[in-house]
C-alpha cells in the first residue's frame, strides 16, 4: 500500500522575515507591520492549534484568531528579554489550554478533514504515499496526551530547540527531553505496521 | 564496562541536544547494548514519523475577522491600552527593545548562519581545504573538499561519532552531517575509518558505491578510474550499489567496480588464485571466463571461503548453483532441516539458517571498539 517514498520533509529551518523594526512599528500600531507579522506565523500558529484541537478546524481557526489579537493588544508589553517566537508559543499554548477547557472538544481524527491544504508541494509519485503517511501521522498525534504533543509540535512545526521549547512550556530541558522521548515511542508504537511498509526520508 | 541504559536520551541524542560527553557515552552504549539499540530503532522510527507532520495552511478569513476587530477599536488604543505613557518614555523604551531584539537577531542570525562542520587536524605535509592550507587545525564545512598531496596526511572527527583518517592523495567532501546521517564522499585516494556510533549513521559515498558503516573500522581506496577496495579490521560494513550489496565483515575485503557495484566479499587470507579468479567472476563481461573462474573459486575454496561461496549462492546461473552447493556443504555442512533443493531454489529461510551457522552474519552484541585514536 504504501510502498512509495514518502518525501523527506526537513526540520523547519525558520528564516524569520520578522526582525526588530517589523516589531517595533507593531508597537506603534503599524497596520501594515501586524499584517506582516501575522501572514509570517499564521500557518504554524494555526497548525499548532489545529493538532492541540483534535483537529477542529473551526476552533483552530478561532484560536488562531485569538492569539493574533491578544498579540496586538499585548505587543507592547513584549521587552526583547526572550525570543519573540517565544514569547508568541506561550501565548498559542496558553489560548490552547483555554479553549481545551473551555469547550472540552474532543473530535476523533476520522471526522479530521483538512489534509488536503498541507503546505508541501511534493512531486507527483510520492503525492499519495506522503497524503496517506500523514493522515496516519496527524491521527496518531492526536492520540498523543496534551504533555507528549504540545512539545512535539513545537520541534516539528516550529523548529524550536529544547531550551526554547523548555521556555514556552515553563518547564526543564530535561523535561522536554523526557516527553519528546516519551512521544517519539508512542508514535512508533501506534504506527508500527508501517514500518516496512513505507520509507521515510531520513 | 557495563553502563547504565541510556533509553531517556535518544531524543535528545538525536536532535543533538546533549553534551558532547554524553553523546559519546550513549554512542558508545549502543554499540555494545543490544536492548538500547532495539529501542533506539523505535525512537528514530517515531522521529521520522514525526517530521512528516505537515503544515497546514490558516483559513482566509482568519484575518478579515482581526482586521474587523481592529477597526471597531483603534489599534494604537488596543496597543497601548489603558497604559498610554509620556511620548519620550515610550520612545526610549522603544530604543530599548530596539536594541536588546536587535542583539538578540544578530547573535541568532549569526548563529543560525554557521554551517555544520568537522574538526580536521593536520597530520602531515600541507592538507588543503579547498585552497586553504591547514596549519594545525581546521574546520570541514558540507560542501567543502578536502584533500591531500603525496606528503600530506590529516585526521577528521566525525562530529562526535568517530575518526576518518586521509591518506596523501586522497580528495574527500563533507556531503551531510546530521542527527540521522553522516556523510563523506571519497573522490580518489585512501580513508580509514573509525565508528563508534549505532550502525547506519556513517557513509562514505565513492564513484562505483556506498560504504555504510555496521560499526566498524575500515579502510577504503579509491584509484582514478573510480574503483574501490574496502577492508574491514572491525564490525562490519555494507557496500552498495542500486540493488546490489554486499556485507562485509571484519577480516574480509571486497572490490566494487564503477558501473557495477561491489563484488563477492572474501577473507584476505584466502589464496591468491581464489581471489584473483573472483574479480574475474565478478567483473568480467565475458560468459567463459566467468564459468571457468567460478571452476576456480569452487577448487580453491577453504573453510573460511564459505562466506564468499554463500554469495556466490544467489550470484551464479541456477545451473552452477549445485557445484557451489556442493563444496559449500563439504566444507561446513548445512544445518538441519536444510536441503539441498531448497538452497538450490534459493529458500531465503534457509539460506539464512545457513548462514547463521556460518557465523558471518553481523553480531548485534559485537564487542565494543577501541574509541582511542586510530
Redesign the interface.
Known sequence: MLKQM?AI?????VKSAI???V??A????D?DA??LL?EEY??????IA??SLSGN?AAA?DV??QV??KL??R??Q????A??ATWLYRLVVNTCWDERRKERRLVQFAEFG??T????EPSQTIRYA?HE??EH??A??AELSPKLRLP??L???EGF??EEIAAVLDCS?GTV??R??R???????R??W??GQVV??? | MFTRHVTRKFSAYLHEELSPEENRRVAEHLIGCNRCRVEFERVRFGMRLAQQLPIMTAPQSVWPEIDAALRKEPVTQMITGRRSRPATRLAIAASIIVLLVGSVLIIRSFFSGAQPSWAVARLEGTPRIGSRAIVGEGNLRVGQWLETDAGSRAQIDVGTIGQVEVDPNTRVRLLETKPTEHRLELARGRMSARVWAPPRLFFVNTPSGIAEDLGCAYTLEVDDDGNSILHVTSGWVSLQLTNRESSVPAGAACATRRGIGPGTPYFEDASEGFRSALAKFDFSADKMSKDSALKIIIGEAHARDVMTLWYLLSRVDASERGPVYDRMAELVPPPEAVTRAGILSLNQQMLERWKEKLAFAPNPNSPKLNLKKI
Open positions: 514518502a520533509r526537513e526540520q523547519p529551518q526582525d526588530e523594526s516589531i517595533v507593531c508597537q506603534r500600531g497596520r501586524l499584517r501575522f499564521k500557518d504554524r500558529v494555526y497548525s489545529l493538532y478546524e481557526a488562531t484568531q493574533f489579537l496586538i493588544s505587543i507592547s513584549f521587552r526583547g528579554d525570543e519573540f483538512v489534509l491544504n498541507s503546505r508541501r506522503q503517511l500523514s501521522v496527524q496518531a498525534i512535539i509540535l520541534k516539528y512545526i530547540s529544547y530541558k527531553a523526557s519528546l522521548n512521544g517519539h515511542k508512542a508514535l512508533a508504537r504506527l508500527g508501517l514500518r521515510i526520508g531520513e
